[in-house]
T-cell receptor
Framework: GESVGLHLPTLSVQEGDNSIINCAYS??????FIWYKQESGKGPQFIID?????DKRQGQRVTVLLNKTVKHLSLQIAATQPGDSAVYFCAENIQGGKLIFGQGTELSVKP | DAGVTQSPTHLIKTRGQQVTLRCSPKSGHDTVSWYQQALGQGPQFIFQYYEEEERQRGNFPDRFSGHQFPNYSSELNVNALLLGDSALYLC??????????????FGSGTRLTVV
């Protein structure tokens, strides 16, 4: 499969700090990218998206950056809160709804 | 407004058995996609159904099959279960041609354990 590894990378931050989660994608033809948040026992929840013709998009407390040259995405979360603790996945759209997910990063926020 | 509903939430099956998982899409959605998420990994695309037909398929064997009903609900069937089929099975619904973003909604999944 496209996802490998049994142990998720972990990012631990202090409440109130900014968090940056990185992701490398695989397909140069991908035209759309999405960040999802997944809490324990739940399905992925949409956070923010970006089209391939953009390099930055901002939402409420979140910013996504896209670098197509090196096929890299990042998610920035401002003023991280305990409720932000979850696993974060980037996903690339290959063909109309066929999403390829990255491995994921576990974000742990210390109060 | 109910989101995507999946049943059952948990299931234990024996190796070699067959299993059927069910998904009801979000109201107004007519396209259903299924994903398999192994522990500690990202979801992997299994297939997508629209107008009661399989439209796209990921890299999964023929043991994995599906169906979509006229009311847009869907089933995922797995035959000859293997231990490696143990995973969280996620269903996502959407509208065709709609930008994925807010319109692509996941259910909470069915946790399948094969023993």
């Amino acid at each position: 499969g496209e996802s490998v590894g049994l142990h998720l990378p972990t990012l631990s931050v202090q409440e109130g700090d900014n968090s940056i989660i990185n992701c490398a994608y695989s397909n140069s033809a991908s035209d759309y990218f999405i960040w999802y948040k997944q809490e324990s026992g739940k399905g992925p929840q949409f956070i923010i998206d970006i089209r391939s013709n953009m390099d930055k998009r901002q939402g409420q407390r979140v910013t996504v950056l896209l670098n197509k040259t090196v096929k890299h995405l990042s998610l920035q979360i401002a003023a991280t809160q305990p409720g932000d603790s979850a696993v974060y996945f980037c996903a690339e759209n290959i063909q109309g709804g066929k999403l390829i997910f990255g491995q994921g990063t576990e974000l742990s926020v210390k109060p | 407004d109910a989101g995507v509903t999946q049943s059952p939430t948990h299931l234990i099956k024996t190796r070699g058995q067959q299993v059927t998982l069910r998904c009801s899409p979000k109201s107004g959605h007519d396209t259903v996609s299924w994903y398999q998420q192994a522990l500690g990994q990202g979801p992997q695309f299994i297939f997508q159904y629209y107008e009661e037909e399989e439209r796209q398929r990921g890299n999964f064997p023929d043991r994995f099959s599906g169906h979509q009903f006229p009311n847009y609900s869907s089933e995922l069937n797995v035959n000859a279960l293997l231990l490696g089929d143990s995973a969280l099975y996620l269903c996502a619904s959407s509208l065709p041609g709609q930008l994925l973003s807010y319109g692509y909604t996941f259910g909470s999944g069915t946790r399948l354990t094969v023993v």
